[in-house]
Every structure is written in structure tokens, then in C-alpha cells.
């Protein structure tokens, strides 16, 4: 659109949306979200139909070094959980009529083979970042270019990100440090659980492997250094889904982080995100500052897999039934101001 045509679909939108049958700015936020989907799709009706909950599972080779309350096998036995429907993220996806893909992106023990879940497995889990990168810059280009293919697959409106990946709170705590400089020990916390003792060993592993690298790194080389391969997948699938014109659900702290590499490799997919749910992980404060982004709910959740995405999603759904549907002062024969 050049300039004239933009200010001109920005005023018939605003006017569209000050018609409806309610005092102006009314449906506050819910406004401003069906402003960014009419954007998006650069129509004044808006579509918003299906949309797919993909979760990306990865393991962490940083998990052996003692950073989570869990093993690391409750990836893979989560994994196998998703695809039998007993997932918080599976229910909330049925609950809400979102579409569920679980992609294995890198769990350890080799490919799943079964119905429900598919493979598509850049390494046996990640290297430990503590010791040396947690991937080659071509398993990270690889990632990103399968989660590409994965976000712009279907007919989808919209494209709600999950994770799993016992260890990602870590990853995600480092990408944050690293890309927003706020002090890694604000931004490290509990992730599934950590007691106080934990919490201490988890701050001092981080701080010893962010020491092996130095100066400030580009997006993609924090990426390659302390990334995951389904925070990379995801990152993609972001990337892919924003170009395709999609809605971008952005979940709690892991897919944040996601975003965020999203929005600095190109900025203009920062467009596409709904940022849905404040996570309770402190990381999650920064990584939302850094993208100027103020997420829908509240819920005091900590979870990931995309269970805020999941909640989330019937709040586009309303914005832009809002503005497809909801009657104009006219249409109803309601008097305007006085
Ligand atoms: C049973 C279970 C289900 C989960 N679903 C998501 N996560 C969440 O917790 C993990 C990250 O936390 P940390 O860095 O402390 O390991 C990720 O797998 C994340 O998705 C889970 C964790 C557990 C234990
Ligand atoms: O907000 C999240 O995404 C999150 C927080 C803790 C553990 N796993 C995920």
C-alpha cells in the first residue's frame, strides 16, 4: 500500500470500528487487537477461522548439568503424552477448537514413528551450551527453515507456537540476557520448579557458560550458542506464519524468546504477534518490555506448551467477529453521542 492508500484504510477502519453500537473505545484492547488483524490481512473484514497449536519438542543437552527440577526423559514422555490427548495444551486446544501438531524437533532416543506426531528431528537434543555451542550454525539455519515450511502449512488464520523441552527455561534465560541485556540473574528463574538451592546452581551454570563467549552476538549467533532446536523451529515457524500473513500466538517465556529472535531477524513480523499471556517466569518481563508488547491475560501461569496461546485464541476470534459482525448505529437505529 503506498502512503495515501494507508492513511486512508487506517481512517475507514477506525471510522468502521467507532460506528459500532457502543461508546467510543469501548471494547478497548479488543479493539486495538481487530486494528492489528484488519492490518494484517489489509482488509476491513477480516477473517479468522481456524488456527493450529503446534508444539516443537526438543531436548537440551544443559539438562545434564543441573537446571531443571525434572529429568530430561519427561520430554520424550511428554511428547508421547501430547499425542494421547492428555496434555494441559490438548485440552485447552479442544476446549478452544484449535487444530494440535506436535513436531519432534529434536527429543532424545530416536524418531517417534507413530501417528500424531511428526518427526522432524535436527540432532538427538541439543549439546550442553555450558561447554561449547548447543548446535552448528547449520543445524540452526536447518531449524528455522523447516519451521518456516511448518508456519506457512494449511489453511490456517493463525498460528499458535507451544514448546517442550526439559531445560528451555535456561536457553530461554541466556537468549533473554543476551539479547535485551538485562543481568542474567534478574531474568533466571524457577522453570518448572527449582527450589532455592536449585535456583543458586542454575544462576551459577548459566553465568559460567554465558562467560565463554564474549562482546555482544547477533541474533542468530546466540541462537546457534545457547538456543534449543525447538526454540530455532518455532523462531521459524513465526517467521513463516507472519510472512504468510497469519496471526502469530506468542505463548509464556520460551516462545517470547522465540519472538523476539523472530522480530530481530525481521522486524517486520513483529506485526503478525499477539502477545497472549504474562508468564510468571521473571525472564518474561524483559523479553515483553524489549518487544513492547502487553499480553492479553493475567493468569499467573508458568506452563508453556502453548497453554496461553491456546486460552488466548477466542479473544481474536471475538475482535474480529467484532468487526465483521456487530451492528453500526445506523444498522440498528441506535442514537450516536448527544
Ligand atoms: C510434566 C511437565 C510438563 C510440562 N509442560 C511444559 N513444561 C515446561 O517446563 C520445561 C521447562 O522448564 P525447565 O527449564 O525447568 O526444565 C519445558 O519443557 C516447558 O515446556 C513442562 C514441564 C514438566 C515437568
Ligand atoms: O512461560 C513459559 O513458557 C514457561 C515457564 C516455565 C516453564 N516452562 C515454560
Not at 539479547?179 to 527449582?194: F, I, N, P, S
Request: proline residues 4%; contains cysteine; charged residues 20%.
Amino acid at each position: 500500500m503506498d502512503n495515501q492508500t494507508q492513511t486512508d484504510f487506517e481512517a475507514a477502519l477506525q471510522r468502521k470500528i467507532d460506528l459500532k453500537t457502543k461508546p467510543q473505545g469501548a471494547l478497548g484492547r479488543i479493539e486495538t487487537l481487530a486494528v492489528q488483524v484488519a492490518r494484517l490481512q489489509r482488509t476491513l473484514t477480516p477473517r479468522m477461522g481456524r488456527a493450529q497449536l503446534a508444539i516443537f519438542a526438543g531436548d537440551h543437552g544443559i539438562a545434564a548439568d543441573g537446571v531443571s527440577a525434572y529429568p530430561a526423559e519427561v520430554t520424550r514422555q511428554m511428547v508421547l503424552n501430547f499425542a494421547g490427548g492428555g496434555a494441559a495444551a490438548n485440552v485447552f486446544a479442544a476446549v478452544n477448537g484449535l487444530d494440535l501438531r506436535v513436531v519432534n524437533a529434536g527429543v532424545k532416543g530416536g524418531p517417534f514413528d507413530m501417528a500424531g506426531i511428526y518427526d522432524a528431528p535436527i540432532g538427538p537434543g541439543t549439546a550442553s551450551f555450558l561447554r561449547g555451542p548447543a548446535m552448528t550454525s547449520d543445524q540452526c539455519r536447518d531449524a528455522l527453515e523447516t519451521g518456516r515450511r511448518i508456519g506457512a502449512e494449511g489453511a490456517y488464520d493463525a498460528m499458535a507456537c507451544g514448546e517442550m523441552g526439559i531445560g528451555n527455561t535456561s536457553s530461554a534465560s541466556v537468549l533473554t540476557h543476551l539479547l535485551t541485556g538485562v543481568e542474567l540473574d534478574v531474568v533466571v528463574g524457577r522453570g518448572t520448579g527449582l527450589d532455592d538451592d536449585g535456583l543458586a546452581r542454575k544462576r551459577s551454570v548459566l553465568g559460567r557458560a554465558v562467560a565463554r563467549v564474549t562482546g555482544p552476538l547477533a541474533p542468530l549467533q546466540a541462537l546457534t550458542e545457547f538456543g534449543g532446536f525447538e526454540i530455532a523451529m518455532m523462531t521459524g515457524a513465526m517467521l513463516g506464519a507472519a510472512q504468510a500473513r497469519r496471526v502469530v500466538l506468542v505463548d509464556g517465556f520460551i516462545a517470547t524468546a522465540a519472538a523476539l529472535l523472530a522480530a530481530r531477524i525481521e522486524p517486520g513480523s513483529r506485526g503478525a504477534m499477539v502477545f497472549c499471556h504474562r508468564s510468571a517466569e521473571p525472564g518474561h518481563a524483559a523479553l515483553l518490555a524489549a518487544l513492547q508488547a502487553d499480553p492479553l491475560l493475567a493468569l499467573d501461569m508458568r506452563l508453556g506448551e502453548g497453554t496461553g496461546a491456546a486460552l488466548a485464541w477466542p479473544l481474536v476470534r471475538a475482535a474480529v467477529a467484532m468487526l465483521n459482525d456487530m451492528a453500526s448505529f445506523e444498522d440498528a437505529g441506535v442514537s450516536g453521542p448527544a
